[in-house]
């Protein structure tokens, strides 16, 4: 009777078992696990979702271990400090092609020198004869064609 009692218990421990095994199944997803883990040529890299430090893990002749995977944080540093200068010049080059050149003078604001204050005086001088020249000439032709106009109209 001991035994058939033995056996009983442990046929019900047995079965009790499994079910107490999933339930805590059925609640860890709605807990997110600390670790994650992702396989690797020689084992596997853990990654800590609450630190975000990550160890590669691997068998040893004891067990397992694993080891801090070695962050250059410097590097990284360096190199963001580097692409943040390199975004901020690209930056003002985007602006500086956006905003309108500035207007340019008409001309040279210097005032001219005494020389060519007379040649430019001298010009406008000899664009004024030039002028009444070509107006006498424009008056007499004017005259020649009022003039072959009579001569060639009958005489009433």
């Known amino acids: 009777?001991?035994?058939?009692?033995?056996?009983?218990?442990?046929?019900?421990?047995?079965?009790a078992s499994p079910a107490q095994a999933q339930a805590p199944d059925a609640a860890a997803p709605s807990i997110?696990?600390?670790y994650s883990f992702n396989r690797v040529d020689d084992g596997f890299l853990r990654l800590d979702n609450q630190t975000g430090q990550?160890?590669?893990?691997?068998?040893?002749?004891?067990?397992?271990?694993?080891?801090?995977?070695a962050e250059d944080r410097?590097?990284?540093?360096?190199?963001?400090?580097?692409?943040?200068d390199?975004?901020?010049?690209?930056?003002?080059?985007v602006a500086a092609l956006r905003e309108p050149s500035p207007?340019?003078?008409p001309g040279e604001l210097t005032p001219p020198a005494a020389d060519q204050r007379e040649e430019a005086a001298k010009l406008r001088e000899d664009f004024a004869r030039a002028r009444v020249a070509?107006?006498?000439?424009?008056?007499r032709l004017i005259d020649?064609?009022?003039?072959?106009?009579?001569?060639?109209?009958?005489?009433?």
């Open 32 to 34: 997110p696990s600390r």
């Open 1 to 15: 009777m001991r035994k058939s009692t033995l056996a009983i218990a442990v046929l019900l421990v047995c079965a």
């Open 144 to 156: 020649m064609i009022i003039n072959f106009q009579k001569d060639m109209m009958p005489k009433s």
């Open 103 to 105: 207007p340019r003078p």
């Open 54 to 69: 990550v160890a590669f893990c691997r068998p040893h002749a004891v067990g397992w271990a694993c080891e801090a995977v």
């Open 134 to 139: 070509f107006e006498n000439a424009w008056r």
């Open 74 to 84: 410097a590097a990284l540093e360096k190199e963001i400090a580097r692409l943040q």
């Open 86 to 93: 390199e975004v901020a010049s690209l930056q003002r080059q």
